[in-house]
């Protein structure tokens, strides 16, 4: 009888020693998912981040091109004049002059 007393309390032992096991690796997974979860999530802020500075650049740049292309066309537009100016101005000229 005692033997079996003492398997009895051995098997206790045993489920306990089985249980407390089984809670450890269970606080230990929830450890690492939470680990992961925020790893997960800083990757993704800074993908975010990342993201957000890029647009804003190509926005500045997209700004700076226009302002290029303005400046190029007012450029074009400001030597035709000239030129269509110096033009009138030979004629002008030409006509002013007697033949000769």
Do not use: C, H, N
Request: without cysteine; positive net charge.
């Amino acid at each position: 009888m005692r033997d079996k007393e003492e398997q009895s309390l051995k098997e206790v032992k045993r489920v306990e020693k089985r249980a407390a096991e089984e809670a450890r690796r269970i606080a230990e997974e929830q450890v690492r998912k939470k680990a992961y979860l925020a790893r997960e999530q800083a990757i993704e802020e800074a993908r975010k981040g990342r993201e957000t500075k890029r647009s804003e650049k190509r926005a500045t740049e997209e700004i700076e091109q226009l302002a290029r292309d303005k400046a190029r066309r007012e450029a074009y537009f400001a030597m035709e004049r000239a030129i269509a100016k110096a033009q009138e101005a030979r004629k002008l000229k030409t006509k002013k002059q007697p033949p000769g």
